[in-house]
């Protein structure tokens, strides 16, 4: 291991060379009789690094491969822990069953969604899992990027330097090693598992800014784009808004996220942090695909109700969206269209009959559930290129709902409406960003939007989208 000086002498940081076919010499596990604390095994994988390194070759120089050490560890809360790490670089994702959650700390690397197919786990790392990617894509990729959202454009799939992990009760810390990585980043991160930071106890508080003539600017959209479902040039489009709020401080979006978890407890829960005060995350209950082997499920969410004061109003509102043809009609257009996209992917599908209702917080929709054996060919990037985006957050026909959008819709999405989740070699699971906000510094920009059908009305459709902004309207009371 060597450091180079560049022109201006300077010292640059030592980097790994790391040659993928070494003996796996430190990927036994920690004695039975150790302790299992998250300190001691951040300090006991510090330690198997350092050993690996030392017994690699510098001009030898593996590509392509993963090289990961990891150990199980007795049990935290992930999402705590993510609040004493250093800022700027932390990811988060836990699935709406709570089953599994993982969290990460740095970038090994990072590339378009596929990247995590084209790494391979290298063979000596026998007692290993695949790693975890995290996966963060903008609504449209063909917009011009806002300057709010610029920082983000590395983020689609990237590959975390440390993770963390529990699936069920079973919680691990691993390290994931590719050609060129910083070996002192990789001991900085490390030990900040060993020494964590304290978190602050009292957050700043939030104040919710003026929507000014925001909904007249939104019946304007609203009335536009039924203008162009009376014509046929569209049979849905959804419109989407923002809500501002500022901060007595600086915002830390780990202590934002776990607020919104502590109300809104069924949902996929994401984080994506990009910089020091730069993070996009959220609680959102809409999954685009999940995959297991060959097997993939996915669903349509559409149709909104407020969630009723007691029992009898919350099912007689359930009610009235499961009898409302205006909501059926916007559900069946999201059916259709998740329908269409699979079979292309699929041998067979199996679809519920009638849709469900999906109870949350402060809303309930109307869901549908798909299930689809898939074709031996197909990919993670396939799944995706098919079924983002869907009607429920673009419209239908979906190409000329997003160029409908790109005209008359005032700001650019960046994030919010993609996909975001986790994929590896043996499956993913990807929800739609909805139920989401941006963090910029003392700033929370929050979206929410409605799907606009014949038959809408731009004052209701304003006060959906107040429902869906509940949960940051609480932030701020």
């Given at each position: 291991m060597?450091?180079?000086?560049?022109?201006?002498?300077r010292?640059?940081?030592?980097?790994?060379?790391?040659?993928m076919?070494?003996?796996?010499?430190?990927?036994?596990?920690?004695?039975?009789?150790?302790?299992?604390?998250?300190?001691?095994v951040?300090?006991?994988?510090a330690?198997?690094?350092?050993?690996?390194?030392?017994?690699?070759?510098?001009?030898?120089?593996g590509?392509?491969?993963?090289?990961?050490?990891?150990?199980?560890?007795?049990p935290?809360?992930?999402?705590?822990?993510?609040?004493?790490?250093?800022?700027?670089?932390?990811?988060?994702?836990?699935?709406?069953?709570?089953?599994?959650?993982?969290a990460?700390?740095?970038?090994?690397?990072?590339?378009?969604?596929?990247?995590?197919?084209?790494?391979?786990?290298?063979?000596?790392?026998?007692?290993?899992?695949?790693?975890?990617?995290?996966?963060?894509?903008?609504?449209?990729?063909?917009?011009?990027?806002?300057?709010?959202?610029?920082?983000?454009?590395?983020?689609?799939?990237?590959l975390?330097?440390?993770?963390?992990?529990?699936?069920?009760?079973?919680?691990?810390?691993?390290?994931?090693?590719?050609?060129?990585v910083?070996?002192?980043?990789?001991?900085?991160?490390?030990?900040?598992?060993?020494?964590?930071?304290?978190?602050?106890?009292?957050?700043p508080?939030?104040?919710?800014?003026?929507?000014?003539?925001?909904?007249?600017?939104?019946?304007?959209?609203?009335?536009t784009?039924?203008?162009?479902?009376?014509?046929g040039?569209?049979?849905?489009?959804?419109?989407?808004?923002?809500?501002?709020?500022?901060?007595?401080?600086?915002?830390?979006?780990?202590?934002?996220?776990?607020?919104?978890a502590?109300?809104?407890?069924?949902?996929?829960?994401?984080?994506?942090?990009?910089?020091?005060?730069?993070?996009f995350?959220?609680?959102?209950?809409?999954?685009l695909?999940?995959?297991?082997?060959?097997t993939?499920?996915?669903?349509?969410?559409?149709?909104?109700?407020?969630?009723?004061?007691d029992?009898?109003?919350?099912?007689?509102?359930?009610?009235?969206?499961?009898?409302?043809?205006k909501?059926?009609?916007?559900?069946?257009?999201?059916?259709?269209?998740?329908?269409?996209?699979?079979?292309?992917?699929?041998?067979?599908?199996r679809?519920?009959?009638?849709?469900r209702?999906l109870?949350?917080?402060?809303?309930?929709?109307?869901?549908?559930?798909?299930?689809?054996?898939?074709?031996?060919?197909?990919?993670?990037?396939?799944?995706?290129?098919?079924?983002?985006p869907?009607?429920?957050?673009?419209?239908?026909?979906?190409?000329?709902?997003?160029?409908?959008?790109?005209?008359?819709?005032?700001?650019d999405?960046?994030?919010?409406a993609?996909p975001v989740?986790?994929?590896?070699?043996?499956?993913?699971?990807?929800?739609?960003?909805?139920?989401?906000?941006?963090?910029?510094?003392?700033?929370?920009?929050?979206?929410?939007?409605?799907?606009?059908?014949?038959?809408?009305?731009?004052?209701?459709?304003?006060?959906?989208?107040?429902?869906?902004?509940?949960?940051?309207?609480?932030?701020a009371?």
């Open positions: 060597k450091g180079k000086a560049g022109g201006t002498g010292r640059t940081e030592p980097t790994l060379a790391v040659p076919s070494a003996s796996p010499v430190e990927q036994s596990p920690l004695r039975d009789d150790a302790p299992r604390s998250l300190a001691s951040a300090c006991a994988l330690a198997r690094v350092r050993s690996f390194v030392g017994h690699v070759a510098e001009d030898r120089v590509a392509g491969r993963i090289v990961r050490f990891e150990a199980a560890f007795d935290v809360d992930l999402l705590a822990l993510l609040r004493t790490l250093p800022v700027g670089s932390r990811r988060y994702f836990r699935d709406r069953s709570a089953k599994f959650e993982v990460g700390l740095g970038v090994a690397t990072h590339g378009p969604l596929g990247a995590h197919e084209k790494l391979v786990l290298d063979p000596a790392c026998v007692a290993c899992r695949e790693p975890v990617w995290f996966v963060a894509m903008p609504f449209d990729s063909a917009r011009e990027r806002a300057n709010e959202w610029r920082m983000f454009a590395h983020a689609s799939c990237v975390p330097t440390i993770e963390v992990r529990r699936e069920g009760e079973l919680h691990t810390l691993a390290v994931n090693i590719v050609e060129g910083d070996l002192a980043r990789i001991e900085r991160e490390l030990g900040s598992f060993a020494k964590p930071l304290q978190p602050r106890v009292v957050e508080a939030l104040l919710r800014e003026s929507d000014g003539d925001g909904e007249a600017q939104w019946s304007r959209a609203v009335r784009g039924l203008e162009r479902i009376r014509a040039a569209l049979r849905k489009i959804v419109l989407a808004r923002t809500r501002r709020y500022a901060a007595s401080g600086e915002l830390d979006p780990t202590a934002v996220l776990t607020r919104l502590s109300r809104e407890l069924r949902g996929f829960r994401f984080l994506v942090e990009v910089g020091p005060g730069q993070a995350l959220g609680v959102t209950p809409e999954r695909v999940s995959r297991s082997g060959r993939a499920r996915s669903e349509a969410v559409a149709g909104t109700r407020p969630r009723g004061v029992g009898v109003a919350d099912r007689l509102l359930g009610e009235s969206l499961i009898s409302s043809a909501d059926r009609r916007e559900q069946a257009l999201v059916v259709e269209r998740v329908r269409e996209a699979l079979t292309a992917c699929a041998t067979s599908l679809i519920d009959a009638e849709p209702l109870r949350l917080a402060y809303v309930q929709h109307l869901a549908t559930r798909i299930v689809a054996d898939l074709r031996p060919d197909v990919s993670d990037v396939d799944l995706v290129r098919a079924l983002h869907t009607p429920a957050v673009a419209g239908a026909p979906v190409m000329q709902a997003i160029e409908a959008l790109r005209a008359f819709e005032p700001f999405r960046g994030l919010y993609g989740g986790v994929v590896s070699r043996d499956g993913a699971e990807i929800a739609v960003a909805i139920r989401s906000a941006l963090i910029s510094g003392d700033r929370l920009t929050a979206f929410a939007g409605a799907g606009i059908v014949e038959g809408s009305d731009p004052a209701e459709e304003w006060r959906e989208t107040g429902h869906k902004l509940l949960a940051f309207e609480r932030l009371t």
